[in-house]
């Protein structure tokens, strides 16, 4: 568009791939921001910002992993008691995989996860704690011998499937039921090949289980054959034996 003295009138602004136009154009150029030293420190609470942040966990989560024996990844609560039979079947499950040939991938906190980082670590391999930033700050358990914090649960969750073979889930629960959804789901949709997942503790479990066949595959929301995506077994051996066999060492 051009006025009446022949200038033409911006009406557009481009700044690498984004373009605004009308009321979004911004004043000054994408370095003028930069060097300016005068303004507020608000940016590094903006999205383009935290996109540098969630780029800069993906790298040290790759770095730290990328060298991992084959793994398997193995959750169950926080809050699971160092006195229990799930304690004990957890620590149990972790000896039982580094003697297998694999490494031991937890959340690496405590109860469940830190049974198995136990385990994995008495038994002298490599036992991998993945922590999470949360309110109530748990830190990673003693049992962990390679340990890495994320921010951002979505980072996390990749680290958790891309360096495990299989998954091993005992009786948990919101974030336990989280990762065990998303590898049912990855599965599911073929995003993953070759992925065992196995739940252990058939009391526990059984209600789920009850319900994915009499709703899920009743009302035809999922196929029957997905019902075949896991395996529950009581059996610490079992459960080893499953997710080892399928995966693959």
Do not use: C
Not at 35 to 52: S, Y
Not at 223 to 235: I, S
């Amino acid at each position: 568009m051009v006025n009446s003295d022949g200038a033409r009138m911006r009406r557009e602004q481009r700044r690498g791939p984004v373009l605004r136009r009308h009321g979004q154009m911004q004043q000054g150029t994408t370095d003028q921001h930069l060097l300016d030293t005068r303004g507020t420190a608000d940016w590094v609470h903006e999205d383009p910002f935290r996109v540098l942040r969630i780029q800069s966990e993906f790298v040290e989560g790759f770095g730290a992993l990328a060298e991992l024996p084959p793994a398997i990844s193995v959750f169950g609560s926080a809050r699971t008691r160092r006195d229990s039979p799930e304690y004990e079947a957890a620590t149990a499950i972790g000896r039982g995989l580094v003697e297998a040939g694999f490494a031991v991938i937890t959340g690496g906190g405590p109860g469940a996860m830190e049974a198995a980082n136990k385990g994995a670590m008495e038994a002298g391999g490599v036992s991998v704690g993945l922590g999470i930033e949360l309110p109530f700050e748990q830190g990673i358990n003693p049992y962990v011998n390679l340990g890495v914090d994320f921010r951002y649960f979505f980072v996390r969750k990749t680290m958790f499937v891309k360096y495990a073979s299989g998954f091993v889930v005992l009786p948990g629960g919101l974030g336990t039921l989280d990762e065990l959804f998303e590898a049912l789901t990855l599965v599911q949709t073929k995003k993953v090949t070759r992925f065992p997942i196995v739940l252990f503790g058939s009391a526990y479990w059984s209600g789920l289980v009850r319900w994915i066949e009499d709703t899920l595959v009743a009302e035809g929301k999922v196929g029957a054959h997905d019902l075949q995506l896991f395996h529950v077994t009581d059996d610490v051996e079992e459960a080893i034996a499953l997710v080892t066999k399928e995966a693959g060492a």
